[in-house]
């Protein structure tokens, strides 16, 4: 295959189909994902840290580094998460009728 090729072919593979999910929920859910490794990563390097600690191979200052560093990309995945709850789906919000409201009347 042509190199010119081989790139069209990987770029169809990392974009959605027109039939499949709007660019925008596709962008959403991609930020989500991203969001969600950062976590996983920086917990990663927290239990290592704690490890080390342990073993007095390293400061108990880096625990605390790596903590927050939990606590930041734990604050950006809900950030994501509340942002992609905040915009539904235009297709999927089902069109509800507009009841009158009913006014109490009074007698005076």
């Given amino acids: 295959m042509e190199p010119f090729k081989v790139q ?7 974009q ?5 999910v709007p660019l925008i929920e596709w962008r959403k859910d991609k930020a989500r994902v991203s969001a969600a490794k950062q976590v996983a990563q920086s917990t ?5 840290a ?9 400061e108990m200052e ?3 580094v790596k903590a927050k560093a939990v606590a930041t990309s734990t604050a950006q995945l809900i950030s994501a998460a509340a942002n992609s709850e905040s915009t539904p789906n ?8 507009e009841k ?5 009347q009074t007698n005076s």
């Fill in 8 to 14: 069209q072919r990987m770029l169809s593979l990392t």
């Fill in 16 to 20: 959605p189909s027109k039939n499949s």
């Fill in 44 to 48: 990663a390097e927290l239990c290592e």
């Fill in 50 to 58: 704690a490890n080390n600690a342990v073993k007095d191979n390293c």
């Fill in 62 to 64: 880096m625990v605390s």
């Fill in 90 to 97: 235009p297709k999927s919000v089902s069109k509800q009728r």
């Fill in 100 to 104: 009158p409201s009913r006014t109490r």
